[in-house]
Nanobody
Framework: QGQLVESGGGLVQAGGSLRLSCAAS????????MGWFRQAPGKEREFVGA????????TYVDSVKGRFTISRDNAKNTVTLQMNNLKPEDTAVYYC?????????????????WGQGTQVTVSS
């Protein structure tokens, strides 16, 4: 697996939406489980959600269930995080990550490859 590059972050008002994308280089993207994490200032990086390599299974942290949706397009080597009804507490740098075992897991140590992150700021 090569590089992961996130895009789509920005400033949005509470209640608004953003769509983050993660573009992966390399020929084996479809074999990787993909996760999204976030890190707010002064806090540890936390799990947001993940999707298995086939896209058949997803898991989310409770705080985003019903608001965030992860999807992937293996033909385009991309994974997206659709974020709706954003709240100020969603403000963070968002990272995508790849798990070579193809799982959708919350454990940060399971992920071998990471992007550089994209800033999401939600104003109240």
């Amino acid at each position: 697996q090569g590089q992961l590059v996130e895009s789509g972050g920005g400033l949005v008002q509470a209640g608004g939406s953003l769509r983050l994308s993660c573009a992966a280089s390399g020929r084996t993207f479809s074999s990787y489980g993909m996760g999204w994490f976030r890190q707010a200032p002064g806090k540890e990086r936390e799990f947001v959600g993940a999707i298995t390599r086939s896209g058949g299974s997803r898991t989310y942290v409770d705080s985003v269930k019903g608001r965030f949706t992860i999807s992937r397009d293996n033909a385009k080597n991309t994974v997206t995080l659709q974020m709706n009804n954003l709240k100020p507490e969603d403000t963070a740098v968002y990272y995508c990550a790849a798990d070579r075992h193809g799982r959708a897991v919350a454990a940060i140590e399971a992920y071998e490859y990471w992007g550089q992150g994209t800033q999401v700021t939600v104003s109240s």
